[in-house]
């Protein structure tokens, strides 16, 4: 509550544990997903990145604090407590309480990446989309009235995301898709291939939660969809990003 209004964050970000998918993944799948120090800035699927955390900053010279975004000085003095706590569902509702919001609609960090690719094989992608949002759930069940979760589908496969979107939102109450606006394997949102998607959506009351990241290893940068409207962006690398 901030000045007698209640507040809602709508873009809050976990930050996953580094053995998420080791925990939650079934076995067979486990050794495909990889994601490692330091930083967790050495992250792939099937031996290839999916992203260039590894090259923002040289490997050798960081310290290894556990979490994306560790190597940053400034960063661990201001989460501090959540970083001592390991990002932890509990730390999280004491950032909120410090920062007056009421409630947090929770987005994913390693979560941005970690399906977004092309030729990603579609029963690997269902299956680390399960093994986020079952987690995201036990996550959320800290405090189900503040901490709500937004989910990852297997976009690779529309039928897979109708059936992870049904089961993420009756089985484990999460309440939105999380959405990169990119093209994906010649698909854009307007693609009819997505329409069974929304029409699933529509009907459990889940909004699409259309959410940009880092741009090297999308198919489409951010840079091509702003173009799209007819708008042009200056020469600079594009980050959308947040810890908490």
């Known amino acids: 509550m901030k000045d007698g209004f209640k507040v809602i964050d709508a873009d809050r970000h976990v930050l996953e544990p580094s053995d998420l998918?080791?925990?939650?993944?079934?076995?067979k799948f486990r050794d495909r997903v990889r994601i490692e120090g330091p930083n967790q800035s050495r992250r792939s699927i099937d031996g290839e990145p999916i992203s260039d955390a590894d090259?923002?900053?040289?490997g050798t010279k960081q310290e290894d604090y556990g979490f994306t975004f560790g190597a940053s000085k400034s960063w661990r003095e201001t989460f501090a407590d959540a970083l001592a706590a390991k990002f932890d569902a509990a730390s999280n509702i004491r950032d909120m309480d410090r920062?007056?919001?009421?409630?947090?609609?929770?987005f994913p960090t390693l979560g941005l990446y970690i399906m977004w690719r092309n030729n990603l094989d579609p029963e690997l992608s269902a299956a680390i989309c399960r093994a986020y949002n079952t987690w995201l759930a036990d996550y959320c069940s800290y405090d189900r009235k503040r901490l709500h979760g937004v989910a990852l589908i297997p976009l690779q496969d529309p039928q897979r995301a109708v059936a992870e979107l049904k089961h993420a939102r009756e089985k484990l109450g999460l309440v939105g898709i999380f959405w990169r606006p990119n093209k994906l394997c010649g698909r854009t949102l307007s693609s009819p291939d997505y329409?069974?998607?929304?029409?699933?959506?529509?009907?459990?009351?889940?909004p699409l939660c259309i959410h940009e990241a880092r741009a090297?290893?999308?198919?489409?940068?951010v840079r091509t969809v702003i173009a799209n409207l007819g708008v042009t962006?200056?020469?600079?690398?594009?980050?959308?990003?947040s810890p908490l």
């Open 21 to 27: 998918f080791a925990r939650y993944l079934p076995a």
């Open 55 to 58: 090259k923002m900053r040289p």
């Open 99 to 106: 920062e007056g919001v009421d409630v947090g609609v929770l």
């Open 195 to 206: 329409f069974p998607v929304y029409e699933v959506a529509a009907e459990l009351g889940v």
């Open 216 to 221: 090297p290893f999308s198919n489409k940068p």
């Open 233 to 241: 962006l200056p020469a600079t690398r594009w980050n959308r990003c």
